[in-house]
Structure formats: structure tokens, C-alpha cells
């Protein structure tokens, strides 16, 4: 009988995955996005799916890539609650790109309580997000990044969420005089006193709603105001923000770390140049 081929000498034999231990293995995985998961690493062997319903795997879940799975969407909605259910309620954040439901949003209320951290981005449709986060009361930081709302909604989101210590609001900024606009920035100083973190990229605040902003959250430490032209903070308003604000971002900051678009100039360059592709 053939004897099997020997390994050179000075390299090292190929590791056998399934020799690892459990929670080196199961670390491992956690590096995996959902669709990785649920799609491909599960049925590697059984080691694996058994790991991959481990609700530790899930008590964080990231939607970013939803829209790139070559499916209906109704397989793309199971998917997402699928995850929502291994996490047998340990579900701690919950994040999601362009792909977010009413339908979703209440079965994540419903089976996450203990829901610290909700951030959603360039999603449309979500009117059910001020009755959802009434069934969180944990929860920390909400983040509503481009995504599209009508200024009654904002206001009942924000109504609902008076403990939140992270608020993310962020818009496609402009300079156009006529989008400058203080009623997001008056209703979360009335409503958001233990505000310790805001972000409003793209707002339409203006001097006014800012300085509301400074009375009505005295705790806040760090304020995100890049791309917010209708602010001048080149007087007093400017100090009492460097005097206040541990972390300060202002209007003309660099959005480089910023991965969406933060204003209708830059919308229309990308366009541009998505144009000379086509």
C-alpha cells in the first residue's frame, strides 16, 4: 500500500481548522459579516454550524452588504431576521446600509430589549422607528444617517429617545439660504438633555439652534458640525463652543473620514463622474 507523501523538511504541515479551540474558532467567525455566515462559513462542517447559531456569534449585527446578494428581496428580509433570531435576544447593536423595514425594525424591538446601539444609513420608508425605540429602553445610540425622513418623524424619533447619550443626524448639507433650518436642532435641545455625543453633518442649524443646543445639552462633549454652513462661529458663539466641546468639529472640517456624501455639491460631482462611465 502507498505510504502517504512526506513533508519536507524545514516546512511545516497544513492545520487542521477543526484542531482549534472552540473560542479561538468561534472568534474566528465572529469576523464574518451575516451573508458570510448564513450563506457560506455555516455549512463548512458541522463544527461550524453548530458554532454559527451560538447566539454570542450574534449580540452584534452589521446589514452592510445586503443589497450586493444576487436575490429577492423577501430572501434578503429572511436572512436578516434569521439573524435576529439566533441571537435568542442577546442582540446588544444592530446596524444596517440601504436595507431596513418597518417589519424588521419592530421583530428587532420585540426580541432585543437589551438593544444598546440601533445606526441605520441611506435607508428610506421607516416610519415605525419612534414606536420601535419605546421597547428600548437601553439603548444608548441611535444614528439616522442619510436617510429620509419628514420633520414631523425626526420629531417623534427624538421624542422617544430622551435618555439616548449618541445621536447621529446627518443630511446631505447645502448652501442654499433657504435650506437652513433650526427645528431639528430646538427639539433635541428640548428633549435630549443627557446628550453626551451629537453628530449633525449636513444640517441646515443655524446659529440660533446651535446656541439652544449648548443650553439644552449640558453634557455634551462631543458636537460634530461639519458641513453645516449656515453657522458662523467666528464670534462669541465660536468660543463658547471651543470652551465647551471637548471634541469640536466645525462647519469646513474635513469630511474625508466621512464615508457618504456630505453636501449637493459634492452629490453633483459624483454624479459627474459616475456619468463619464455610462
Known amino acids: 500500500?502507498?505510504?502517504?507523501?512526506?513533508?519536507?523538511?524545514?516546512?511545516?504541515?497544513?492545520?487542521?481548522?477543526?484542531?482549534?479551540?472552540?473560542?479561538?474558532?468561534?472568534?474566528?467567525?465572529?469576523?464574518?459579516?451575516?451573508?458570510?455566515?448564513?450563506?457560506?462559513?455555516?455549512?463548512?462542517?458541522?463544527?461550524?454550524?453548530?458554532?454559527?447559531?451560538?447566539?454570542?456569534?450574534?449580540?452584534?449585527?452589521?446589514?452592510?452588504?445586503?443589497?450586493?446578494?444576487?436575490?429577492?428581496?423577501?430572501?434578503?428580509?429572511?436572512?436578516?431576521?434569521?439573524?435576529?433570531?439566533?441571537?435568542?435576544?442577546g442582540l446588544v447593536s444592530f446596524s444596517t446600509k440601504a436595507f431596513a423595514t418597518d417589519h424588521l425594525l419592530m421583530y428587532i424591538a420585540d426580541r432585543a430589549s437589551g438593544l444598546k446601539c440601533l445606526r441605520f444609513a441611506c435607508c428610506e420608508f421607516l416610519s415605525g422607528i419612534p414606536n420601535a425605540v419605546k421597547k428600548l429602553p437601553l439603548l444608548e445610540e441611535l444614528e439616522?444617517?442619510?436617510?429620509?425622513?419628514?420633520?414631523?418623524?425626526?420629531?417623534?424619533?427624538?421624542?422617544?429617545?430622551?435618555?439616548?447619550?449618541?445621536?447621529?443626524?446627518?443630511?446631505?448639507?447645502?448652501?442654499?439660504?433657504?435650506?437652513?433650518?433650526?427645528?431639528?436642532?430646538?427639539?433635541?435641545?428640548?428633549?435630549?438633555?443627557?446628550?453626551?455625543?451629537?453628530?449633525?453633518?449636513?444640517?441646515?442649524?443655524?446659529?440660533?439652534?446651535?446656541?439652544?443646543?449648548?443650553?439644552?445639552?449640558?453634557?455634551l462633549e462631543s458636537l460634530d458640525l461639519r458641513s453645516c454652513f449656515h453657522i458662523d462661529l467666528s464670534g462669541d458663539l465660536g468660543n463658547r463652543c471651543v470652551e465647551r466641546i471637548k471634541s469640536l468639529r466645525c462647519p469646513h472640517d474635513s469630511t474625508d473620514d466621512y464615508m457618504y456624501v456630505s453636501t449637493d455639491e459634492e452629490a453633483i460631482l459624483s454624479y459627474n463622474e459616475f456619468c463619464k462611465f455610462m
Open 1 to 89: 500500500m502507498d505510504s502517504m507523501p512526506s513533508i519536507p523538511a524545514g516546512e511545516e504541515s497544513p492545520r487542521d481548522w477543526l484542531e482549534l479551540p472552540r473560542d479561538v474558532t468561534l472568534t474566528i467567525l465572529m469576523k464574518l459579516g451575516v451573508v458570510e455566515t448564513l450563506e457560506h462559513a455555516q455549512f463548512v462542517c458541522k463544527l461550524w454550524y453548530k458554532l454559527c447559531k451560538d447566539p454570542s456569534m450574534w449580540t452584534s449585527i452589521e446589514l452592510d452588504n445586503m443589497l450586493d446578494l444576487n436575490t429577492s428581496f423577501s430572501n434578503r428580509h429572511e436572512m436578516a431576521l434569521n439573524a435576529v433570531d439566533r441571537s435568542c435576544g
Open 144 to 219: 439616522l444617517t442619510m436617510c429620509w425622513f419628514t420633520e414631523e418623524e425626526i420629531k417623534a424619533v427624538v421624542l422617544a429617545c430622551p435618555l439616548i447619550k449618541t445621536f447621529k443626524l446627518n443630511h446631505q448639507g447645502s448652501r442654499d439660504p433657504d435650506f437652513a433650518n433650526d427645528n431639528e436642532a430646538f427639539c433635541i435641545a428640548e428633549t435630549m438633555p443627557q446628550l453626551h455625543n451629537l453628530q449633525m453633518i449636513g444640517n441646515g442649524l443655524t446659529n440660533s439652534g446651535l446656541e439652544a443646543l449648548l443650553n439644552g445639552c449640558p453634557h
